[in-house]
Nanobody
Framework: LQLVESGGGLVQPGGSLRLSCAASGFALDYYAIGWFRQAPGKEREGVLCITSRGARTNYAASVKGRFTISRDNAKNTVYLQMNSLKPEDTGVYYC??????????????????WGQGTQVTVSS
C-alpha cells in the first residue's frame, strides 16, 4: 500500500500549484482522502479532504476559496489545486488515507496511511 505525492515546488505569492497523490495497493474508491501540511516548528494541520466518491469535501478556513480537492478514482489519484498562494502556505504537504469512506474530517487521527510528503515553498 502506497501514497505518493508530487507537484510541489517553489512558487511566487499569488501563484498556483497542483499537487497529485497517486495511490497503489488498495482500492482508492473505498476511502476518503485528506491533504495535510506541516510548516517548520508547527503541528501538522488538515487542509482539505474528500469522500470516497467525491460527493463531499471538508476544508480548513485558511484555504477557503483558494484551494480545491478533486479525485479521479479511475486513475487512483487525488488532486489538490492551490491558487492565490501565500507565504504562510509554505510547508510539506502530505496526502493520507482516511479510515472512513463516506465522510471525512481533518483530524490526523482519522487517517491510517500517509505519503512521504512534497515540499511547497511560497516566496518571492
Amino acid at each position: 500500500l502506497q501514497l505518493v505525492e508530487s507537484g510541489g515546488g517553489l512558487v511566487q505569492p499569488g501563484g498556483s500549484l497542483r499537487l497529485s497523490c497517486a495511490a497503489s495497493g488498495f482500492a482508492l474508491d473505498y476511502y476518503a482522502i485528506g491533504w495535510f501540511r506541516q510548516a517548520p516548528g508547527k503541528e501538522r494541520e488538515g487542509v482539505l479532504c474528500i469522500t470516497s466518491r467525491g460527493a463531499r469535501t471538508n476544508y480548513a478556513a485558511s484555504v477557503k476559496g483558494r484551494f480545491t480537492i478533486s479525485r479521479d478514482n479511475a486513475k487512483n489519484t487525488v488532486y489538490l489545486q492551490m491558487n492565490s498562494l501565500k507565504p504562510e502556505d509554505t510547508g510539506v504537504y502530505y496526502c493520507a488515507r482516511s479510515v472512513h469512506g463516506s465522510s471525512c474530517n481533518l483530524s490526523p487521527r482519522e487517517y491510517d496511511y500517509w505519503g512521504q510528503g512534497t515540499q511547497v515553498t511560497v516566496s518571492s
